[in-house]
Structure formats: C-alpha cells, structure tokens
C-alpha cells in the first residue's frame, strides 16, 4: 500500500514485529479504531482541525535551533528539535492532541490513560480539558506515591486518577487495569502514550508524531538548501519522539538515525532499560516486539534515572529498524546522561529535560564530520527534572 519500505503492513506488523495479541473481549474496540483511524487522519476536516490545534494550542511549528558552541564542542553543525517549547513542555501532546480528535470523531465521550511517571496522564489530561471531556488514569499505587507534582498536575486539570494496586503497582499493573476498563466499557476511548500496544497504535501514534519530521524538513531546507540532514538523533522510551523524527527520513537511506536507549547504571547491571541492547523477542502490551525477559519469560523491571525511558520494552517499528540496521541503537548511562544536561545547560542556555539528554549523550559516541548536519530531537524540557538535577549540582 505504502512506498514506505519500513510502514506497518495491512495487519499490523513491521517485518516480523507488531500485531494485535489481545484478549478476544477486546478485539471489537480495536477493530473499531483500526477500521476507522485512517480514514479520519486523511479526512480534510481532521488536517484542519489537528493543524489549527497544533498552531495556536500547543505552539507549533516548533524551532529547529543552530546551536553554536555544542557544534564547536564537537567540530560539526548541530542542529536541536525545539519539542521542549511545546505547551506542557515535551512531544507527547502532540498524540494526545491528534488522539483527542479521533475520539471526538469516533464519538467516544470518555477517555481511558495509563501513565507509569505521569507525563502521559498529564498530557491526556490536558486535551481532555481542552475537549470537556472524562479523563480516567491509571496509575500504579507505587508511582502514585513516587510523582506526587505529575499526580496533582492531573487532579487540577480535572482528571480521575484510580490506582493500581495489583503486582508491583507500576506501569504494567495500570495498563492491565485500563484494558479491563475498556472492556467493560466500549464507548471510551483507549488513549495510548507511545508506539507501543496493538496494531494500530503503533501507526496512529507514529503518524500523530511525524509533524516532527515534517518540519525538520521544511526548516533545513529553508536553512541549508537541503530537507535532509546526516543524522538525526534521539532518545528511545516507548519510540514516539524517535519514530517522529524518523518519519518522513525512513526511506532516505542516506540520512542516518540513531536511536539511544538509556542503559541506567550499565547495560550489564541489572538496572537498565536498554532493551534492544539486552532484550529479545516477545509479547508486551499486545504486540510482538524485543523486551526485557527473564529466562522464564517474565518481563524484567526497568531501571533509568529518566522515568520516561524507564519502559522494558520498545514498539515494534524500533525492533524492525533495529533488527534491519536501518537505525544504529546506542545506549547511554544516567551519569553520561547527568553530564550531557550540564553541558547543553552550560553552553547554550537550554535545561533539557533528563530524557532528552540521553540523546545528548550520544553526541560523546559518534564521529562527526565538519561538514555534518546533525539534527538532536530534544524532546522535552527540564524543569520537572530540577530535584535530579539539583542531587547533581550539589555534589560538583
Ligand atoms: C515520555 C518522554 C520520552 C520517552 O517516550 P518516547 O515515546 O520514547 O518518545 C522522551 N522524552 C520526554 C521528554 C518524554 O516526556
């Protein structure tokens, strides 16, 4: 259907990656939204109204910025993503924008979320203010505890937050919980965080984010003459911020991606999240996709000092990008990650945010030439980072 060698396919998978592995009580809603999600994202009533919140609400296009002493500091042309300019701070609402508007025109009047750290309780949170409508989230009873500010951002913006209190009370626990709300009530919609769940979440969310790439392209050509740059770079979690970026690049071999995962205190420690790196092949959030496993199959619980790449697994296009080579995966430590904050924060006057620094990170690990063009995504911005941050600076 697609020219695009690395798109989804009709049921759902990229290469050997993706799917729909779903209860059978569940399959009815998400035919409902595979049947529909296309022809809305094509319909002229959906670019108009997702382009005009994506102006005037959450603050697009965002800046593509030149930054000059990290380019010097590297001897190349670094180019950064302004997501961090985004209303809420950070990439994700440019989804639940997008899925917002799906759910209105699908007629769905409820809105069911799971949030591990919370910022996807609160970006869905916000949109359901926008849009008037119910917001439930889930949430682990142990993160509940652990992001109290994220947990109060989602109250104030009027939203319910029920916690989980089965298992270890953490992502996993919340999404089960969601699953079997959405079960027993249909007409909600299901607003998911990443490209990660059964087909077609992995495609809606990958194409609600590729405005991304869009723009890089039309700001580069405006900048260089050339839409395309040598690399573009960043940080992996569940993959939205990075399959955004990617998009409109995937098959333009020459433009290299490189995805960094965050490797926490060492890929070999035992607190990682590094999951192509360590992981294998198996079945997490409805899809087949590499994850973290034990011998036995359990999933193995994720560590990052960043709680938005604190995930055990990766949605299925990264596992086919990965397994293809058509983007280079590199990891980086929470410290590496500590280190390259301080010197954006330092040498530019930007605070990213812990996430984004990991792909910062990664500029320490690859060869640039003088005459690259390199674009980080930086994906969000630092303030809900401050009380790491600070840990940081007072031990300098
Ligand atoms: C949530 C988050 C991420 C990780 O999620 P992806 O789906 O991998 O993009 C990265 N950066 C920021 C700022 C985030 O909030």
Known sequence: MSKNKYAVNERGYYGRFGGAYIPELLRANV????????????????KKDYKRLLDNYV????????????????????????????????????????????????GKNRIIAETGAGQHGVATATVCALFGLECIVYMGALDIERQA?????????????????????????????????????????????????????????????????KEIREQLTIETGNPNPDYVIACVGGGSNAAGAFYHYLDEEDVKLVAVEASGLGVNSGETAATITIGDVGFIHGSKTMLMQDEDGQITEPYSISAGLDYPGVGPLHAHLAETGRAQFLSVTDQEALDAAMILAQSEGIIPALESAHALAALEQIRFDKDDVVVVNLSGRGDKDMETYMKEINNL
């Open 149 to 213: 500010p994220n947990v109060a951002r989602m109250k104030m913006l009027g939203a319910k937050v029920v916690p989980a209190i089965s298992g270890n009370q953490t992502l996993k626990d919340a999404t089960n919980e969601a699953i079997r709300d959405w079960i027993a009530n249909p007409n909600s919609f299901y607003l998911i965080g990443s490209v990660v769940g059964p087909h077609p979440y992995p495609d809606m969310v990958t194409r609600l984010q590729s405005i991304i790439s």
């Open 31 to 46: 035919d409902e939204l595979r049947e529909n999600y296309l022809k809305i994202i094509n319909s002229e009533q959906f």
């Open 59 to 106: 603050g697009r296009p965002t800046p593509l910025t030149k930054v000059g002493n990290l380019s010097k500091r590297y001897g190349t042309n670094i180019y950064l993503k302004r997501e961090d300019l985004t209303h809420t701070g950070a990439h994700k609402i440019n989804n639940t924008i997008g899925q917002i508007l799906i759910a209105k025109y699908m």
